[in-house]
């Protein structure tokens, strides 16, 4: 999928430029994502890696426009189809939400509502795009369909969230964010509340369907490992930028950004089995940012430049994307 030249003639589905989005806070603005962008091919598989507070959540809320009230996007775009979402107006982009693009919540299961049955918050996500369109038995017709293709049996849809498995509840989020037909599925740690079979499965469920319906998805997650089972391309954020983007293999095989090599050291393997290899440091404040390189405080490689410059976001060589003053001008 990703890598097929074929892809080149075609469009990207989904192309996020220079976003910035920070949060008003008491201390001041928060810049929770500082100038990302990637695209996004119909149909693929895009990951958006990095450890807790690397703005991926932030990311993915601003793509849907589901703001709070202390976020502010500061700047950048948001292309579905070439049309700018950071555009639309609010009802515009209600209707886009589901239809077009939909997202599968950190924390999904417990953002169904628990004093409705399924069955009633999936027929409300359809009525809410299609108003006056579809009978009743239309509308559970589809439901049906799409709770087949996640495996869950239709009599689910007479039972409330508490009644059901973690692993259900996240079926049924799965089911309600394709229920649509959208052309991009963001899914924002999808797995991470379920124990390790339960998560296999439900990934294995969230690729059938998303390949079934053509959709592009743009998985979150910290675990580099999952990752590298689900999708095509990786991208790396820390301190809410994207420091690397790349093919799955590329990466793996030959990570450009000294946060990445440490990323993919610190997976676990057979041979190091008793030593964690956590990345020293902390991450960076975003109130007060350290100058130059988001990671120079951290990294094992940092220069004299680091600390002074902000490496620019830049095609390395083909495909693969970073922002890091050694990889510039060829490998390290
Ligand atoms: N509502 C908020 N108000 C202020 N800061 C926030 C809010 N939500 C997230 N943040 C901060 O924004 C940064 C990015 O958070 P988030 O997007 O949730 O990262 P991730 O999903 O990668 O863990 C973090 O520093 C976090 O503390
Ligand atoms: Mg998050």
Not at 22 to 27: G, R, V
Not at 30 to 58: D, I
Not at 92 to 119: C, D, H, T, Y
Not at 162 to 190: F, T
Request: hydrophobic letters at 40%; glycine letters at 8%.
């Amino acid at each position: 999928m990703a890598g097929d030249r074929s892809q080149e003639a075609k469009a990207p589905v989904l192309e996020v430029r220079n976003l910035r989005v920070s949060y008003t806070t008491a201390a001041g603005p928060l810049r929770a994502v500082n100038g990302v962008s990637f695209y996004l091919w119909p149909g693929e598989r895009l990951g958006l890696v990095g450890e807790s507070g690397s703005g991926k959540t932030t990311t993915a809320l601003s793509l849907m426009r589901l703001m709070q009230d202390t976020t502010v996007v500061e700047g950048g775009e948001v292309l579905l189809d070439g049309v700018d979402l950071l555009k639309l107006s609010e009802e515009e982009m209600r209707q886009a939400r589901f239809a077009k693009i939909s997202l599968i919540p950190q924390g999904a299961m417990n953002s169904l509502n628990p004093m409705m049955k399924v069955g009633e918050q999936l027929r409300d996500t359809i009525r809410a795009h299609q108003p006056k369109g579809n009978s009743k038995a239309t509308i559970d017709a589809r439901i049906q369909q799409v709770l087949e293709s996640v495996e869950l049996r239709l009599n689910v849809m007479d039972s409330y969230p508490h009644e059901l498995s973690g692993g259900m509840k996240q079926r049924v989020c799965i089911a309600m964010s394709i229920l649509l037909n959208p052309k991009v599925i963001i899914a924002d740690e999808p797995t991470s509340a379920l124990d390790v079979v339960v998560q296999r499965q439900v990934m294995e469920t969230l690729r059938r369907v998303q390949v079934a319906l053509g959709a592009a998805v743009i998985l979150v997650g910290h675990d580099m490992g999952l990752m590298a089972q689900f999708v095509d391309r990786i991208g790396v954020m820390y301190g809410g930028k994207l420091v690397e983007v790349g093919p799955v293999r590329g990466i793996f095989k030959d990570p450009l950004h000294p946060y990445t090599q440490l990323l993919i050291k610190s997976l676990p393997n057979l041979d190091m089995k008793d030593v964690f290899r956590g990345i020293p440091g902390l991450t960076p404040s975003l109130l007060t940012p350290p100058p130059g390189c988001m990671f120079h405080p951290r990294c094992p490689q940092v220069i004299q430049r680091c600390s002074v410059d902000i490496p620019k976001f830049v095609e390395i060589k083909p495909e693969r994307w970073a922002a890091c003053h050694l990889c510039e001008g060829g490998r390290q």
